[in-house]
């Protein structure tokens, strides 16, 4: 007789989902969990059960790298077991609702609600209705003071978090910043304050002290007349007044997954994802993630080396990508490429390298990494005009782009991408027309090579998205545009284009400016959009990021309804003085600096980047990264 062991029985699991359910749905490969890498425990043997929410469709959550680090970092621990859930998609969605199965784990398979902790990443501000619906289909109550001592703590982490306050009703927890510091106290604390018997409330309370942790019932908001914020202030003696962001400032003795889990369909990022620096030296004034993310902290290069062979020996990937706001300024990416390229010559593992600057050594690298028929290549100069690029302090100009372009077609490139963001603060229809007129230039410096050294015909691909001013940079005072102004400003793009002598070269696509309206409402709302969003979500709104799925009118409704002036959110100049609902966060780089950026913006100065010179954002208060590179 054959006994099954102790792993057998793990995985002979029974699925929340019937075959009946699972052949009805789409993609049922998305809710059964079991994939390669994926992590069983026997539940009766841990002490925290932990579930990692992203809330968003099963391909998009697999790519995220945040879940996939705190995933493998709290199953290291013998006594937490931290599982995987994502948003269902709709059609299940109204399966679970029907039949009232509760939403369930991916690993276990067993229900939310049984959980100690519900952590959600907050990647978007389009997936805040997601999150509503998460909490919904697990019978968690919606509002953080309606839950019970029997409901799991509900945590949440990600970008978003730099300003929580639109969602800050349905959180008991915000973890502000890099997840890899204080989990751990957290995780600890809870064991501990079980164990002793106390209250959900006690454990917040000592969750509150700890740095990095933001416990929004605990402070109250008021307002002026005007609408704007008047006070922000703790209602509870064991929260502080200012929440301090977490940093790792080693970045190579930080946990990192060697055997991520390998998704049973294909994922957005299908591939082994190496993060190879933190942080941005660049300074771009629109870019949140630039200022947030300070210090830039590089990883060891032979630390690098170690995890590329060991994750795509533990996953059979066939692509390995290096991830960072800004790749080219990694300082042994050279040696990283070129040990890449001959480690695993043969073996048929592409290498994708996205976020680099168009110049000779990035043009070279990627020769040797691409297949002989060149994929496209990317630039991002975000404005089309000098005089906007120096506003933006993007520090690239026409001669970079038009070189790098030029290197590019000379290499047997013949297709380009090219982003830009409209609506950015004083722009002119000069600058609108630059976009459309720097895009026949590339095109004519296609056009200059001899016929027969060219590869076909250039095609170029303009896109543009429209500018949300957003939390913690330099335009968090600017006003963002009307709807129309927004699609009056892609018009005197696509007519610019039109008129251009090589427009059949060129292709335009403009983004939807009634997503980014609401956008702009959510990235720089406050807790009075709360119940807002509630009825949003209950008149169906979400999956909002899906340009299918998007509804602007349950939006334009619900906010009708509730007497929300979108505009007071959007379009509104704020003054240099205003508090903002996000003034409680410190996130290193300090508001005098911000100011200081602004007015340098206004002035269209720009400002050298990190390495460069100083300029005093205050993330060198962490003592580690790019602001102690030469000073050791």
């Known amino acids: 007789m054959y006994i099954l062991n102790k792993n057998e029985r793990r995985n002979m699991r029974k699925l929340a989902l ?43 959550g697999m790519s995220h790298l945040g879940i996939q680090i705190l995933y493998d970092m709290f199953n290291q621990r013998e006594d937490v077991w931290c ?82 306050e639109p969602l800050a009703e349905f959180f008991d927890i915000f973890y502000i910043g890099e997840g890899e510091t204080v989990y751990d106290e957290l995780l600890d604390t809870y064991k501990e304050y079980r164990a002793a018997g106390k209250s959900r409330i006690e454990f917040l309370e000592r969750a509150a002290q700890i740095e990095g942790l933001y416990v929004p019932m605990f402070y109250d908001a008021t307002y002026h007349e005007d609408g704007t914020l008047a006070s922000f202030a703790p ?63 590089e990883r060891n290069v032979e630390r690098l080396k170690q995890y590329a062979k060991a994750m795509l020996e533990s ?14 300024d990694y300082s042994e990416l050279k040696e990283l490429v070129t040990f890449l390229i001959d480690e695993f010559k043969g073996e048929g593992i592409n290498i994708s390298l996205p976020s680099l600057r168009i110049d000779a050594f990035s043009l070279d690298v990627m020769s040797k990494v691409q297949d002989i028929k060149k994929s496209s290549l990317t630039f991002a100069p975000e404005a089309g005009s000098q005089r906007l690029r120096d506003v933006i302090n993007k520090g690239l100009t026409k001669e970079n782009i038009l070189h790098g372009a030029g290197l590019a077609f000379e290499g ?37 090579i001899p016929k027969d050294q060219r590869n076909g015909k250039c095609q170029i691909t303009v896109s543009t998205s429209f500018f949300v001013p957003k939390p913690f940079t330099p335009f968090q005072w600017s006003p963002m545009c009307t709807k129309d102004e927004f699609l009056g400003r892609a018009k005197i793009v696509n007519e610019t284009i039109k008129s251009q002598l090589n427009k059949k070269s060129i292709r335009y696509n403009w ?57 007071f959110y959007t379009t509104r100049m704020r003054s240099e003085d205003e508090l903002f609902p996000w003034d409680f966060i410190d996130a290193g780089v300090t508001k005098n600096f911000l100011l200081r950026e602004w007015h340098a913006a206004n002035a269209e100065t720009v400002t050298p980047n990190c390495r460069q010179k100083c300029a005093g954002c205050g993330a060198m208060k ?11």
């Not at 970045?251 to 082994?272: G, L, M, N, W």
């Not at 996953?315 to 080219?328: C, D, Q, V, Y």
């Not at 009634?514 to 009825?535: H, N, P, Q, W, Y």
Request: negative net charge; charged residues 30%.
């Open 18 to 60: 019937n075959d009946e359910i699972l052949l009805k749905i789409e993609k049922p490969a998305r809710y059964i969990g079991n994939e390669v890498n994926s992590v069983m425990k026997d539940k009766n043997e841990v002490d925290v059960r932990f579930a990692m929410c992203f809330p968003d469709v099963y391909e998009i």
């Open 83 to 164: 599982e995987r859930v994502y948003s269902p998609w709709l059609d299940l969605h109204k399966i679970m609702k029907e039949e009232q199965i509760p939403l369930f784990a991916l690993e276990s398979q067993d229900p939310i609600r049984d959980f100690d902790f519900l952590g959600i990443t907050i990647q978007y501000e389009m997936c805040y209705t997601n999150i509503l619906q998460i909490l919904d289909l697990s019978r968690i109550p919606h509002h953080s003071r309606d839950r019970g001592e029997a409901d799991p703590i509900v945590i949440g982490g990600g970008p978003c978090t730099y300003n929580p």
């Open 235 to 297: 209602n509870n003696e064991h929260a502080p007044s200012v929440i301090k962001k977490q940093m790792v400032l080693d970045v190579t003795e930080a946990p990192y997954p060697q055997a991520p889990v390998v998704p049973f369909i294909k994922a957005t990022q299908d591939r082994v994802v190496l993060e190879i620096q933190r942080g941005c030296i660049r300074g771009c004034r629109f870019c949140q993630a630039g200022m947030l993310y300070r210090p830039t902290r």
């Open 315 to 328: 996953t059979g990937h066939e692509e390995i990508s290096l991830s960072s706001l800004s790749s080219s």
């Open 412 to 448: 047997g490139w013949n297709k380009v991408k090219l982003y830009f963001m409209l609506g950015q603060p004083t722009e002119t229809v000069e600058d609108m027309k630059a976009i459309g007129e720097l895009a026949e230039e590339i095109a004519e410096r296609y056009y200059e």
């Open 511 to 567: 983004h939807e400016a009634d997503v980014t309206m609401i956008e702009g409402i959510l990235a720089r709302g406050d807790r009075r959009l709360c119940d807002t969003m509630i009825k949003i979500y209950e008149k169906g709104g979400i999956f909002a990021a899906w340009s299918e799925f998007f509804d602007e009118q349950i939006w334009l409704d619900a906010f009708a309804e509730d007497q929300i002036d979108t505009d």
């Open 622 to 632: 962490y003592k580690g990264g790019v602001c102690y590179e030469n000073k050791n």
